[in-house]
């Protein structure tokens, strides 16, 4: 009924070529020489049997010819030439069964080669038929089937024809499965029993059938001998019946290999689909190789398969040469634009991709273009997941960990056993907020930055990590420390790279960094450490120190101020912040010419809490210009009641640098002023030595609004250290004062005595009012008025009192003078008070 007929020998290798030729001159020359056998055994026919010969090549010719191209896995031909083949074995003598079969086929073949076949297929596949008629002829005959052209053409039992036909059939089936598959194998570098393999139940229903059919054409000569011309009709009839059910069997078959390799397509990984796509084109096309290119990315990539995996996968530009492209589908973008092309080798003699193939092609082709932009996709989606989450563990500004990193780290780190010490420094940079006011908050970002920079690649020769917790506070992790005490060591060496300037919008900003170590241990979560840290931090800043390790005995002071931060607003609301006033007196009369406010706050459970305890919550909260307001009137009432009482004294208030640093801040203090209807030169504002002041001269502008209208300024703490002379320049001042430490220690250090001469002799060249702080005896006031300063206050004069007292002592006054709080240094004399007395 049927056979597997060998695909055309073009677009194979070298080598593969070389065999199929050989595998060809064999087949030839067998065949060659079986029909030269059977043409020297004829006989001349009578006229009479020359019809029963010219139908046997008819039959065969017919059967021949019924045949179509039908691709299962692999190029098949099925064909209806069996069926004729095995009826001629049991109908006519052997060597006329060989003359007319080889006639017939090569009859058909050349028709075959004039409608565009390849004349090397046609010599290979009828000589392969003529091999084949040539077993089954000579099995029928040693079956016992010795037929004549004289008479009858059946003369045997028909118990002969039944045990000859089946045997003919397998000789027949012999050589078709020995050789096809042969040529088959060669054709494709697939191996033969592969081959053999594939679709081998079809081949074999297929050879069933064509015995059937032979049979049945044996009972019609049986009947009547002239039947004979209708078997070409039935062999065309079942030719169709077999080549409908097979397209449907392979376009099943194909189907499912679609839609199973659509199925591996659906993956997230590019690199995956594209070598995924590769192979199942293989596959799904029976090609020898299949290639992806995709051409918008750069290099443009190429990723190549054949049955045994990947070949190549990188830039097309490298890629080794390919067999024999002769299909090819382009891969469309969403926009229509072509983002690559699908490429295949199809084996030799499938006349390249046609019909419903062409339809799978673009299906496939559909199918991988999706999964190229899915996977596309899905690697945007998580590379920005990772974008994210990098986002989420590392500050913006900075690029260094935040605190949910540092805090993961911290847990992690409990995690891990370790033989080192682990410590957390908690760095807050000082006065940074001074910065952002003056400069804007591009130059404080500017200074972050830069900071940061620093603490890194210091960090990093110490083996610690480097995280920003926000605004100005940076976090230090250093791990494996070889004991807890190396810790503070280990972060103040860290430190060290803040020491030099920054330069920022023109000018030299000096650092400076305040530091809380806490050690970790068993029992003390990421976040405790951190809140030690913390809490340490702060306790350097009131201080005044850069580092200060956690100690479990100072941490309640901390809880309190936790406490007291949250009661600032109630304190500030109902005036639990009481002024006090200390009296500045005149060194040489005694007499008072000033007070210096002196601030308390009386917390109703905790009783009075000084300035330390309070006043860092208070200049880092949002209530510092409600507070100064509160204090700046109560200290102007005071100087009101003292004034109305005939006094002309002059009243000093510490301002916060933070204070300097609000533009409404002069307008607040005139306001009161005329509020209380007082000269604003009996107002004398007091301005620490700060880094502010020092070296950002962000002050001066509110200052000199301030001078201008006559209020008076005096430089606080000054010989500290913390500022240079430059400020007495930069910044005009009325007064400076004298740290009370040089006053201690002037009558046994030389260079305090020597630093109390020297602010002297500057106040006296800049004429500047000098006066001292911290005087407690007698002998300091007399020595300081040797030197020629003119002014003091301190315990030796009178504590901070009330209004209402310092009002009452100076009607007291000593020795009979009003206003006077010391007696005068050069009795005998005539004092001429000009000014500090009351009117008779």
């Given at each position: 009924m049927?056979?597997?007929?060998s695909?055309?020998l073009?677009g194979v290798s070298?080598?593969e070529?070389g065999?199929?030729?050989?595998?060809?001159?064999?087949v030839?020359f067998l065949?060659?020489?079986?029909?030269?056998w059977?043409a020297?055994q004829l006989a001349?026919?009578s006229?009479?049997?020359?019809l029963?010969?010219?139908i046997?090549v008819?039959?065969?010719?017919?059967?021949?010819?019924?045949?179509?191209?039908?691709?299962?896995?692999?190029?098949?031909r099925l064909?209806?030439?069996s069926?004729?083949?095995?009826?001629?074995?049991?109908?006519?003598?052997?060597e006329?069964?060989?003359?007319?079969a080889?006639?017939?086929v090569?009859?058909?073949?050349l028709?075959?080669?004039?409608r565009g076949?390849s004349?090397?297929?046609?010599l290979h596949?009828?000589g392969k038929d003529?091999?084949?008629?040539?077993?089954?002829t000579y099995a029928a005959?040693?079956?016992?089937?010795?037929?004549s052209l004289d008479?009858?053409?059946?003369?045997?039992?028909w118990?002969?024809?039944?045990?000859?036909?089946?045997?003919?059939a397998?000789?027949?089936?012999a050589?078709?499965?020995?050789?096809t598959?042969a040529t088959v194998?060669l054709?494709t570098g697939r191996?033969w029993?592969q081959?053999?393999r594939t679709d081998?139940?079809?081949r074999?229903l297929?050879?069933?059938a064509g015995l059937?059919?032979?049979g049945a054409?044996v009972?019609l000569?049986?009947f009547?001998?002239?039947l004979?011309?209708a078997?070409?009709l039935?062999?065309?009839v079942l030719?169709?019946?077999y080549?409908?059910?097979?397209?449907?069997?392979?376009e099943r078959a194909?189907?499912?290999?679609l839609?199973?390799?659509?199925d591996a397509l659906n993956?997230?990984?590019?690199?995956g689909?594209?070598r995924?796509?590769?192979?199942g084109?293989v596959a799904?096309?029976?090609?020898?190789?299949a290639q992806v290119?995709?051409?918008d990315v750069e290099?443009?990539?190429?990723v190549r398969?054949?049955?045994?995996g990947?070949?190549y996968?990188g830039p097309?530009s490298?890629?080794?040469?390919?067999?024999?492209l002769?299909?090819?589908?382009?891969l469309?973008g969403?926009?229509g634009s072509?983002?690559?092309v699908l490429?295949l080798?199809l084996?030799p003699?499938?006349?390249g991709?046609?019909g419903?193939e062409?339809?799978?092609?673009?299906?496939?082709g559909?199918?991988?273009?999706t999964?190229?932009?899915?996977a596309?996709?899905y690697?945007?989606?998580?590379?920005?997941?990772?974008?994210?989450a990098s986002?989420?563990?590392?500050?913006?500004l900075?690029?260094?960990?935040n605190?949910?990193?540092?805090?993961d780290?911290?847990?992690?780190?409990?995690?891990q056993?370790?033989?080192?010490?682990?410590?957390?420094?908690?760095?807050?940079?000082?006065?940074?907020k001074?910065?952002?006011d003056t400069l804007?908050?591009a130059?404080g970002d500017q200074?972050l930055v830069e900071?940061?920079g620093?603490?890194?690649?210091?960090?990093?020769e110490?083996?610690a990590?480097v995280?920003?917790?926000?605004?100005?506070e940076f976090?230090?992790?250093?791990?494996?420390?070889p004991?807890?005490?190396?810790?503070i060591?280990?972060?103040?060496?860290?430190?060290?790279?803040?020491?030099e300037?920054?330069?920022?919008?023109g000018?030299?900003?000096?650092v400076?960094?305040?530091?809380?170590?806490?050690?970790a241990?068993?029992?003390?979560?990421a976040?405790e450490?951190?809140r030690?840290?913390?809490?340490?931090?702060?306790?350097a800043?009131?201080?005044?120190v850069s580092?200060?390790?956690?100690?479990h005995g100072?941490?309640?002071a901390d809880?309190r101020?936790?406490s007291?931060?949250?009661e600032?607003?109630?304190?500030v609301?109902?005036?639990?912040?009481?002024?006090?006033?200390q009296?500045?007196?005149?060194l040489?009369?005694g007499?008072?010419?000033a007070?210096e406010?002196?601030?308390?706050?009386q917390h109703?459970r905790?009783?009075?809490?000084l300035?330390?305890?309070?006043l860092?919550?208070?200049?880092?909260?949002?209530?510092?210009g409600a507070?100064?307001a509160?204090?700046?009137?109560?200290a102007?009432?005071?100087l009101?009641e003292?004034q109305?009482?005939?006094?002309?004294?002059?009243v000093?208030?510490?301002?916060s640098?933070?204070?300097?640093l609000?533009p409404?801040?002069?307008t607040?203090v005139l306001?009161?002023?005329?509020?209380?209807?007082?000269?604003?030169?009996s107002l004398?504002l007091?301005?620490?030595?700060t880094?502010s002041v020092?070296?950002l001269q962000?002050?001066?502008?509110?200052?000199?609004?301030l001078r201008a209208?006559g209020?008076r300024?005096?430089?606080?703490?000054?010989?500290?250290?913390?500022?240079s002379?430059?400020?007495v320049?930069?910044?005009?001042?009325?007064?400076?004062?004298i740290?009370?430490t040089?006053v201690a220690?002037?009558?046994?250090?030389?260079?305090a005595?020597?630093?109390?001469?020297?602010?002297?002799?500057?106040?006296r060249?800049?004429?500047?009012t000098v006066?001292?702080e911290?005087?407690?005896?007698a002998?300091?006031?007399?020595?300081?008025?040797e030197?020629?300063?003119?002014?003091g206050q301190g315990?030796?004069?009178g504590?901070?009192m009330k209004?209402?007292?310092?009002l009452e002592a100076?009607?007291?006054?000593?020795d009979?003078?009003r206003?006077?709080?010391?007696p005068s240094?050069?009795?005998?004399a005539?004092?001429i008070?000009?000014?500090?007395r009351p009117?008779?």
């Amino acid at each position: 009924m049927a056979s597997l007929h060998s695909r055309e020998l073009v677009g194979v290798s070298e080598g593969e070529t070389g065999r199929l030729r050989l595998l060809t001159g064999l087949v030839l020359f067998l065949a060659a020489g079986c029909v030269a056998w059977a043409a020297a055994q004829l006989a001349a026919p009578s006229p009479a049997e020359w019809l029963y010969l010219v139908i046997a090549v008819g039959l065969v010719a017919v059967g021949t010819a019924c045949s179509a191209p039908v691709r299962i896995r692999t190029q098949l031909r099925l064909s209806a030439a069996s069926a004729a083949m095995l009826t001629l074995t049991v109908l006519l003598p052997p060597e006329w069964t060989i003359v007319c079969a080889a006639t017939g086929v090569l009859f058909a073949r050349l028709v075959a080669r004039h409608r565009g076949a390849s004349l090397h297929k046609a010599l290979h596949n009828g000589g392969k038929d003529i091999l084949a008629v040539t077993a089954a002829t000579y099995a029928a005959w040693a079956a016992g089937v010795h037929s004549s052209l004289d008479g009858d053409l059946l003369t045997q039992h028909w118990t002969t024809y039944v045990v000859a036909l089946p045997l003919a059939a397998a000789a027949f089936a012999a050589v078709e499965h020995t050789v096809t598959p042969a040529t088959v194998a060669l054709a494709t570098g697939r191996s033969w029993a592969q081959v053999w393999r594939t679709d081998l139940d079809v081949r074999v229903l297929v050879d069933f059938a064509g015995l059937l059919l032979a049979g049945a054409a044996v009972g019609l000569v049986a009947f009547d001998p002239r039947l004979l011309i209708a078997i070409p009709l039935a062999q065309l009839v079942l030719y169709l019946l077999y080549m409908h059910r097979l397209h449907l069997r392979a376009e099943r078959a194909t189907w499912e290999q679609l839609a199973a390799a659509t199925d591996a397509l659906n993956g997230v990984d590019l690199d995956g689909v594209l070598r995924t796509a590769a192979r199942g084109a293989v596959a799904v096309f029976g090609a020898r190789q299949a290639q992806v290119e995709l051409w918008d990315v750069e290099p443009c990539r190429l990723v190549r398969a054949d049955v045994d995996g990947v070949l190549y996968d990188g830039p097309s530009s490298k890629a080794p040469q390919p067999a024999e492209l002769t299909a090819s589908r382009f891969l469309g973008g969403r926009d229509g634009s072509a983002i690559g092309v699908l490429r295949l080798a199809l084996p030799p003699l499938t006349g390249g991709i046609q019909g419903r193939e062409e339809s799978t092609l673009r299906a496939f082709g559909a199918s991988l273009t999706t999964a190229i932009l899915n996977a596309r996709a899905y690697a945007d989606l998580h590379e920005q997941s990772e974008r994210h989450a990098s986002d989420a563990r590392h500050d913006s500004l900075t690029g260094l960990d935040n605190r949910r990193a540092l805090l993961d780290r911290l847990g992690d780190a409990q995690e891990q056993s370790g033989s080192g010490t682990r410590a957390l420094a908690l760095v807050d940079l000082n006065r940074f907020k001074e910065v952002n006011d003056t400069l804007g908050h591009a130059f404080g970002d500017q200074l972050l930055v830069e900071v940061a920079g620093r603490l890194d690649a210091a960090a990093g020769e110490h083996g610690a990590r480097v995280a920003r917790l926000g605004g100005d506070e940076f976090a230090i992790l250093l791990d494996n420390l070889p004991a807890p005490a190396t810790a503070i060591h280990r972060a103040r060496r860290i430190l060290d790279c803040l020491r030099e300037p920054v330069g920022l919008a023109g000018m030299q900003v000096t650092v400076q960094a305040s530091a809380g170590i806490a050690l970790a241990g068993p029992g003390v979560s990421a976040g405790e450490l951190l809140r030690r840290a913390d809490v340490a931090m702060y306790q350097a800043k009131r201080a005044g120190v850069s580092i200060v390790d956690y100690q479990h005995g100072r941490d309640t002071a901390d809880h309190r101020q936790l406490s007291l931060g949250g009661e600032l607003a109630r304190a500030v609301a109902e005036g639990e912040f009481a002024v006090r006033f200390q009296p500045i007196v005149d060194l040489g009369s005694g007499e008072v010419v000033a007070a210096e406010t002196r601030t308390r706050w009386q917390h109703p459970r905790h009783g009075v809490l000084l300035p330390k305890q309070w006043l860092p919550i208070v200049e880092r909260s949002d209530l510092l210009g409600a507070f100064t307001a509160r204090v700046l009137r109560q200290a102007l009432l005071g100087l009101r009641e003292w004034q109305s009482a005939g006094f002309d004294l002059s009243v000093a208030l510490n301002v916060s640098p933070h204070s300097l640093l609000d533009p409404t801040f002069p307008t607040m203090v005139l306001d009161e002023l005329r509020a209380h209807r007082l000269d604003p030169a009996s107002l004398v504002l007091e301005l620490a030595e700060t880094t502010s002041v020092g070296q950002l001269q962000a002050v001066e502008r509110v200052l000199a609004s301030l001078r201008a209208a006559g209020v008076r300024l005096a430089l606080d703490d000054f010989g500290t250290g913390q500022s240079s002379l430059s400020i007495v320049s930069e910044i005009p001042v009325h007064e400076l004062k004298i740290d009370h430490t040089f006053v201690a220690a002037m009558r046994t250090s030389a260079q305090a005595a020597a630093a109390v001469r020297s602010t002297v002799e500057l106040g006296r060249s800049l004429g500047l009012t000098v006066v001292a702080e911290g005087v407690e005896t007698a002998d300091q006031r007399q020595a300081l008025w040797e030197l020629g300063c003119t002014a003091g206050q301190g315990h030796l004069f009178g504590r901070a009192m009330k209004a209402g007292e310092l009002l009452e002592a100076l009607r007291d006054g000593v020795d009979g003078v009003r206003g006077s709080l010391a007696p005068s240094l050069h009795p005998g004399a005539t004092v001429i008070a000009l000014r500090n007395r009351p009117p008779a």
